[in-house]
T-cell receptor, first 110, second 116 residues
Framework: GQQLNQSPQSMFIQEGEDVSMNCTSSSIFNTWLWYKQEPGEGPVLLIALYKAGELTSNGRLTAQFGITRKDSFLNISASIPSDVGIYFCAGQLSGNQFYFGTGTSLTVIP | GAGVSQSPSNKVTEKGKDVELRCDPISGHTALYWYRQSLGQGLEFLIYFQGNSAPDKSGLPSDRFSAERTGGSVSTLTIQRTQQEDSAVYLC??????????????FGSGTRLTVV
């Protein structure tokens, strides 16, 4: 299957700090998604990106579809304790199947 | 239903036993997916159903794994002769086929399988 490299693997930050994470692939994707997973739950869609260079926001979250179409970035501004969870990127080549990154575990220290 | 429903939420089984995991997708979603999430790992694709088409089984790790989808709705993932390495969270997701690429999937809460 496709390999999506997601970094960092984990982050420990102070409440109020900004967060940046990214996802890279050797393949060119048509769509990038970012999901958040909280303990005991399935991933929940945060942001979807459809065009190279696209920048989309959802509240304090901003994600970008890389120009090369091989990467994507997620930023969280002014983090709060409820941002804690695992963030996954997912890329789509064609059809309906998405390939998922290995996740970034975020811990926010109050 | 309003969301993707999976059962059981937790399953502990003895090594060598068979298990069945159930997924009830969102009504009207014709595409259904099974993923496996091992501790600290990402989501590993297992199998994909789309309507009446033959399923994409390319992600099933061995012939001990099988899945079926009856009536285009409920799906059952079966693991035969379970091994300890099968311990993981099994996630089901569904989507409309034409919008899966636009809005991604909706996931269930998963079944946590522990093989002892």
């Amino acid at each position: 299957g496709q390999q999506l490299n997601q970094s960092p693997q984990s982050m420990f930050i102070q409440e109020g700090e900004d967060v940046s994470m990214n996802c890279t692939s050797s393949s060119i994707f048509n769509t990038w998604l970012w999901y958040k997973q909280e303990p005991g739950e399935g991933p929940v869609l945060l942001i979807a990106l459809y065009k190279a260079g696209e920048l989309t926001s959802n509240g304090r979250l901003t994600a970008q579809f890389g120009i090369t179409r091989k990467d994507s970035f997620l930023n969280i501004s002014a983090s709060i304790p409820s941002d804690v969870g695992i963030y996954f990127c997912a890329g789509q080549l064609s059809g309906n199947q998405f390939y998922f990154g290995t996740g970034t575990s975020l811990t926010v220290i109050p | 239903g309003a969301g993707v429903s999976q059962s059981p939420s937790n399953k502990v089984t003895e090594k060598g036993k068979d298990v069945e995991l159930r997924c009830d997708p969102i009504s009207g979603h014709t595409a259904l997916y099974w993923y496996r999430q091992s501790l600290g790992q990402g989501l590993e694709f297992l199998i994909y159903f789309q309507g009446n088409s033959a399923p994409d089984k390319s992600g099933l790790p061995s012939d001990r794994f099988s899945a079926e989808r009856t009536g285009g709705s409920v799906s059952t993932l079966t693991i035969q002769r379970t091994q300890q390495e099968d311990s993981a969270v099994y996630l089901c997701a569904s989507s409309f086929p034409s919008t899966g690429g636009r809005y991604g999937y909706t996931f269930g809460s998963g079944t946590r399988l522990t093989v002892v």
